[in-house]
DNA sequence: GTCTATAATGGGATAGAC
DNA sequence: GTCTATCCCATTATAGAC
């Protein structure tokens, strides 16, 4: 994958991908990409037209066609492009997790913070490209799981998701194995709901709180999730 | 409003839409309203066509225009139709919970099951226009949020909304008021994204959990969400 | 690789007969 | 209220010059 990824497409005048004070302007298939992905990520697959994503990028609507073909297929690139790499952040995050010493509690903290702190710091510290793109899978979470180009996808994430269901249920033998699924899938719904950056929790406290505000967003889930699970315990 | 609601697109009597068996053939606008309802809560706005909508009615597509006009304006009839008598239950089984006695994890739990029990009620019990209907304002609030047509809706949930974040905070002075709307809102965003209907929970629990097991669902969410308030209290 | 031009289709919307 | 026919534009997609 030839295209920036990590440090996001970090433009600069000069076309034709000369050097600006050391970093290449983007190429036209990256340009395409990252407008597409912005758009996809708002309106869904059918409320962007192939025309706005290339007005959106500056480049002209053949482009589009001579680099990924039709529409269904950019739009399957736009998943793929960074999916190794987001899931490969959420690997080494349990990982990290399954490192820590301590209480249930604790050990179970920590695995929770490993899901969802990949994600939130992708979204809020890796610029607008990933932020667009975590939008757009919460998105698609939400909407087109059934479409083809999604299976390759949820596969890969169903597996994922099973690592930390397995880690949780490894710390909580006392608890029913279906009661450790049904707390991941709340969990995953919070954090779906909350990274389409609904504009509700905003308007609903009068604007005393910001879903805009996901450091705040992660530690308030760290605590309201954690206590959900000990729901269970008492069993 | 002259379309029944209540009962399912169901009874009555005739007119020049012959009896059949004692029962009423839907109304041309009744049935395009019940088709719009089912495709777009499954596709979103852009992603049905009107001559979707025509085929899936049974009816001519210049009807649609003679008896909704615009697509914008017909998508606006299918969510006001329901949206009334949605909040008038919503209200009522406020109210009720309100009467509730005892401690403050019994009135807690009144109070949660009454904002999730009349919704997963009418997607599961009151036929399939309601189970549309309700997968329709879940795509919704995930979604286009920021349409012209949605604004009154949204105000109107809203102070239904604000009325649940109140009882909760009346049972629980103890808590701080930001993290009473932080709880509720996670509940939302949980109920939200599980009347979606997603197949998620399905694949991701290899068989062993339905999300389409709505009555389970919501014991499980009770005994969650209950739980995920109390790691507020010990502050 | 990029551009202009255009084909081909689909879909929103309307006119007017019945 | 319902139907047929049609307008008209936006959109997907391609051909072919540069």
Redesign the pocket.
């Known amino acids: 994958m030839e295209d920036n990824l990590k440090k996001e497409a970090a433009p600069s005048l000069k076309t034709k991908n000369q050097k600006v004070d050391g970093r290449r302007a983007p ?3 990256t340009k395409i990409l990252d407008a597409a992905e912005a758009l996809f990520s708002r309106r869904g697959f059918y409320g ?5 994503i290339a007005a959106e990028a500056g ?5 589009s ?3 990924f ?4 297929d950019l739009f399957g690139r736009v998943i793929e492009r960074r999916a190794e790499e987001n899931k490969q952040g959420l690997q080494a995050s349990l990982q990290e997790a399954l490192l820590v010493k301590g209480s249930q509690d604790v050990r179970r903290i920590a695995i929770i913070r490993a899901f969802i702190m990949p994600t939130i710091d992708k979204s809020l510290r890796f610029g607008t490209g990933w932020k667009n793109y975590i939008r757009l899978l919460a998105q698609i979470a939400n909407f087109a799981q059934d479409e083809d180009y999604m299976a390759i996808y949820r596969k890969s994430f169903d597996q994922l998701v099973a690592e930390f269901v397995q880690a949780l249920q490894d710390i909580h033998p006392e608890m029913n194995e279906d009661d450790v699924h049904w707390c991941f899938f709340f969990l995953q719904a919070a954090i779906t709901h909350i990274l389409v950056e609904s504009t509700m929790l905003d308007r609903q406290s009068r604007g005393r709180i910001h879903a805009s505000d996901l450091d705040l967003i992660a530690d308030k889930m760290l605590v309201f999730f954690s206590a959900g699970f000990s729901g269970f315990q008492r069993k």
């Open positions: 190429k036209t298939k962007v037209s192939l025309r706005d480049v002209q609507l053949a482009l066609y001579y680099h073909g039709s529409k269904e």
